[in-house]
């Protein structure tokens, strides 16, 4: 961690803050366009060893948020372990990111992000498999920084897989040199950074805030091998050589960003647990320095009757004024049950003569070829209408349909099952 003094801008030391891995610090990363475009650099740079072209990847962080609704659909929703339709997602996903949900749900499926069960591939239910889920936690760990983290993690490892035993002196020693050359490319990149703007240095600096961390932790590696593997003293003294330059060139990252603030007086870097740090430990004169130039209206504490009768009337809330309701003129004077019997019974003509058309005076009649003819939807509303007629007790018709189903894709119907109109038994004849 970060062992930080802060200061007030006339040089008075504020007080030493103790800076853990969870807590923001110097080096914390504040949000921002800015820092989605350097999230996008990363992103590009992550995925540069396998991607088919340079335009694989996605410049807008956002377009993220759609595998993300997709993986919090299928861990709240999918109980069963059988799947989740791609119906179901888009239901459950709604609008989470830029775009529509199909054009982007078609990429992550076309790329195995979600997929059907391995020994069904024609089933229409989908997977979630557990490498997209590391893929979108490796993600989240890019975006808040810019990949100490991995280093930490890969230290944490072989840390732990000395202490129980599951590695070989070999292994270590590939692991080990892994670790080297990774924190010696990260030490190299503070040491660049350490001669650019200010201005770029803070947009970095959510990238290398566990220097100290990374130290200790590459320490209690090496002291646990050098009393089970003392014939790799050399190499994790490499290792640790790389470790302290690393922590050296943050140091040099931390100095210039405490100048900045103490120069331009820019305290937005400094969180609000320094600032009660400074005010439990600081003197009353050291806090005073900050606003030694600083310029303050003089008071006044007058306040006339009229002032205070004008911000009552402007503070005033408003009146609700409640309008009554607006009579309902009835223009028709007639029976409104009279009215919908009429309408009912010019529907029950309007189908009974349909069916007449259709039958024309035979038993039944096969309608799935007008159907075809009828396209969409005049042939949804004829089905409606047929069916209706069915159910009418007055109307002595019925509809049989079929078990099979037609299929075709180039139709204006792509699916259709096979429908009948019959005379009822008790039926009259429609002549």
């Not at 119907?413 to 019959?422: E, F, K, Q």
Request: aromatic share 6%; glycine share 6%.
């Amino acid at each position: 961690m970060f062992r930080q003094l802060t200061t007030s801008s006339a040089g008075g030391v504020w007080g030493e803050q103790d800076l853990s891995r969870d807590e923001d610090d110097l080096f914390s990363q504040v949000g921002g366009s800015e820092e989605d475009v350097e999230f996008c650099r990363r992103l590009t740079a992550f995925v540069a060893p396998v991607a088919r072209d340079r335009g694989a990847v996605v410049e807008d962080p956002a377009v993220l948020a759609w595998a993300q609704a997709v993986y919090a659909a299928f861990g709240d929703r999918d109980d069963s372990g059988r799947g989740l339709t791609a119906a179901e997602l888009e239901a459950m996903c709604g609008d989470a990111g830029p775009g529509t949900f199909e054009s982007r749900f078609s990429v992550l499926r076309g790329m195995g992000f979600v997929h059907p069960p391995r020994d069904q591939p024609h089933q229409q239910r989908l997977v979630f498999p557990t490498v997209s889920v590391a893929a979108l936690l490796v993600f989240e760990r890019l975006k808040r920084g810019g990949g100490v983290q991995e280093i930490l993690i890969l230290l944490d490892e072989t840390r732990q897989g000395v202490v129980d035993d599951q590695l070989q002196s070999g292994e270590i020693s590939s692991k080990l040199i892994t670790l080297r050359r990774a924190i010696a490319i990260s030490a190299n990149e503070l040491i660049q950074l350490a001669g650019r703007p200010v201005e770029e240095l803070i947009a970095q600096r959510a990238n290398h805030r566990m220097s100290e961390q990374l130290l200790q932790e590459a320490r209690t590696l090496i002291d646990l091998l050098s009393e089970q593997f003392p014939e790799l003293a050399a190499t994790g003294g490499q290792l640790i050589a790389q470790a302290l330059r690393y922590s050296a060139a943050a140091n040099v990252l931390v100095e210039r960003l405490l100048e900045h603030i103490k120069t331009h007086r820019d305290f937005s870097m400094l969180t609000a647990e320094q600032y009660r740090s400074a005010a439990l430990r600081s003197s009353a004169d050291a806090l005073a320095g900050v606003f030694t130039r600083t310029v303050f209206d003089p008071p006044s504490t007058t306040v006339t009757a009229q002032r205070v009768i004008a911000t009552m009337r402007e503070l005033r809330p408003r009146e609700i004024v409640r309008r009554p309701p607006r009579t309902v003129a009835y223009s028709d004077p007639g029976d409104p049950v009279e009215r919908a019997r009429r309408r009912q019974q010019a529907v029950r003509i309007r189908r009974e003569t349909m069916t007449r058309l259709y039958l024309r005076g035979r038993e039944k009649v096969d309608l799935t070829d007008e159907l075809l003819k009828a396209g969409w939807p005049r042939a949804a509303r004829i089905v409606a209408d047929l069916l209706a007629a069915t159910a009418d007790r007055d109307l002595p018709v019925r509809v049989v349909l079929g078990v099979s189903l037609r299929v075709d894709s180039a139709a204006a119907v792509s699916y259709m099952t096979p429908l009948r109109l019959v005379v009822s038994a008790d039926g009259h004849q429609h002549g």
